[in-house]
């Protein structure tokens, strides 16, 4: 039969823009070219997944690398900045223990000249503001030239500490004590608006002397107690007909009449030995 259809295929005249039938052998033939075609079409697509699968398992791992590595840096960093924080903290300390060197009297711990100058504007803007009245007490130690003389620097320097723990000793909580520089201290005294200032602050000089007056310095034979001398300013807001109340908030000017006070009493304590 094959043969038959064969022939007749063959003995039928070709006819022009007319497909041909297919054979079974061109159809056998045929469906081996698509059969290979097709092959080769997978092989390529397997290889080309094969391919991505590769680069992305590149990919995957340049990812995870640089995960690591940023990992690392970032705990780095956080190392870093630990560092950081710990030597501002440090340099802050430093700082501060600096500063407040700066305001402190080496010999004594009481403040310096610097500390004073700062805190006494501090208490003339509350006295200003109605909050307080300021009050300031100039200290001087008597004959300290005499205990350097004949008792030795180291000496003088241990009577200065006496006067200073006298001093811190006989003012309140919200008092400041300061050395302004060899035997030369003062006292800044904050003062509430309806306490009487005079008696405050005799008050404070009386004791001030107590203290400095049981102390002996002994050494090198010699023996000296402590005694010591004391003015005062008051910045007050109305004039009572007495010298020592400043109407202003000038620091020179309570300086200025705590220092003519202290010398009256230097005076007045001179004319009395003579």
Do not use: C
């Not at 990919?59 to 870093?80: G, I």
């Not at 002397?209 to 003015?231: D, V």
């Amino acid at each position: 039969m094959e043969k038959e259809r064969n022939k007749r295929v063959e003995g039928k005249p070709e006819t022009s823009g007319q497909h041909q039938p297919y054979t079974l052998k061109a159809i056998r033939r045929n469906g081996g070219l698509i059969r290979a075609h097709v092959s080769a079409e997978m092989k390529a697509r397997d290889s080309e997944i094969a391919l991505l699968k590769a680069e992305n398992n590149s990919l995957r791992a340049k990812l995870a690398s640089l995960t690591e590595t940023f990992r690392k840096q970032e705990a780095q960093q956080e190392v870093l900045m630990g560092i950081m924080r710990d030597e501002i903290y440090i340099l802050r300390q430093e700082l501060s223990e600096a500063d407040q060197r700066s305001l402190t009297d080496p010999l004594t711990g009481l403040g310096n000249r610097r500390k004073f100058d700062e805190d006494i504007h501090s208490s003339l803007a509350l006295h200003s503001r109605g909050k307080i009245n300021a009050a300031v007490i100039l200290i001087d130690m008597d004959k300290f030239k005499e205990i350097n003389d004949t008792l030795g620097h180291v000496y003088g320097d241990a009577a200065l500490k006496e006067v200073a723990k006298a001093i811190t000793s006989s003012i309140r909580e919200e008092d400041r004590a300061y050395r302004f520089g060899g035997d030369e201290f003062a006292a800044l005294v904050n003062l509430g608006k309806n306490v009487v200032a005079e008696e405050v602050i005799d008050l404070i000089i009386s004791r001030i002397e107590f203290h400095a007056g049981s102390t002996l310095i002994e050494g090198n034979g010699h023996s000296a107690r402590l005694w010591i001398s004391a003015g005062y300013a008051i910045a007050s807001d109305k004039f009572r007909g007495i010298r020592r109340h400043i109407a202003n908030d000038d620091v020179t000017a309570l300086l200025d009449e705590a220092d003519r006070m202290l010398y009256m009493v230097k005076n007045d304590k001179k004319s009395k030995r003579n």
